[in-house]
């Protein structure tokens, strides 16, 4: 099927565009490209049977009263809802059942990017409770080592290693990754692709790593939130989990629909190997 005109010119853009866009500062080496579009581009690219396949769960949800609700009460349809995708690096940890608290009272789903080395393979039953309260499961390295400074059979075993515990755990495999620190390039990007994982970066970063202040955290996401947004949150570090009530019920104030990046992408479904940024 040919490309929607606007997704093939957003599937393919240098690397330093991007990591200017994220305000990242990188020396890669070798291929400078690799494929990346946005969400919007994504869902205006996506094949008509999935479009039709859409539009009918979206009638039969309606007609039943399930299904997830936009800001409005609307079965959500990040065609048109004023979308956010809410995401999580790092975890599971010691902070997890209370975010997960959080969440279940606000009835928001979001998606959950682990690490498996001291966490994933520490906590289990968060694990299992992130899968069974409907939030999605995705990978973000076994050890937190920058992929594009690594040998490809290191990156290769990073990204397989939380495949299998996660598969282990809760019987699902994760179809998302996130690249730590965003550093990713044409050898990531093919592995991710062997391995059936597309990357996820992000447009919306607290930059939680640097304070424990709750307040100053609130107010970075709020101030760069826009619609097909994808914020970063980390829900290992202390002054995160605080923050999430305050957010969300000022996203939800300004009207915005708090998805997971599935979510936002559908009636698309993530590429492996391509790599999503708004």
Not at 144 to 156: F, G, S, Y
Not at 162 to 189: A, C, F, W, Y
Not at 212 to 231: H, W, Y
Request: overall charge positive; aromatic content about 4%.
């Amino acid at each position: 099927m040919p490309k929607h005109p606007r997704a093939a010119t957003a599937r393919r853009r240098s690397i330093a565009g991007l990591l200017a866009a994220t305000s990242l500062t990188l020396a890669l080496s070798g291929c400078t490209d690799y494929d990346v579009t946005a969400p919007a581009d994504a869902r205006d690219d996506a094949p008509a049977a999935a479009v039709k396949a859409k539009d009918a769960k979206l009638a039969a949800d309606a007609k039943n009263g399930s299904g997830a609700k936009d800001a409005n009460g609307d079965d959500v349809d990040c065609r048109k809802a004023k979308c956010v995708a809410l995401t999580f690096d790092a975890g599971p940890s010691e902070n997890t059942n209370h975010l997960l608290d959080i969440l279940k009272k606000e009835k928001v789903h979001a998606t959950f990017f682990m690490l498996g080395k001291n966490h994933i393979a520490e906590r289990p039953a968060e694990v299992k409770r992130i899968d069974r309260e409907g939030h999605e499961l995705a990978n973000h390295t076994w050890s937190h080592q920058i992929l594009t400074d690594i040998k490809p059979a290191e990156v290769k075993r990073e990204l397989s290693l939380v495949q299998d515990q996660v598969h282990k755990i809760t019987g699902k495999t994760p179809k998302l990754m996130r690249p730590p620190q965003g550093r990713t390039n044409e050898q990531v990007s093919e592995i991710s692709k062997e391995l059936g994982l597309s990357q996820v970066l992000w447009s919306v970063t607290a930059k939680d790593y640097q304070t424990t202040d709750s307040k100053l955290i609130t107010k970075r996401v709020l101030d760069q939130t826009e619609k097909d947004g994808v914020i970063l949150l980390h829900d290992i570090y202390k002054g995160t989990v605080p923050a999430v009530p305050g957010i969300l019920k000022e996203l939800k104030k300004r009207g915005f629909t708090i998805v997971t990046v599935s979510q936002l992408l559908s009636p698309a479904t993530p590429e492996p190997g391509m790599a999503y940024r708004p």
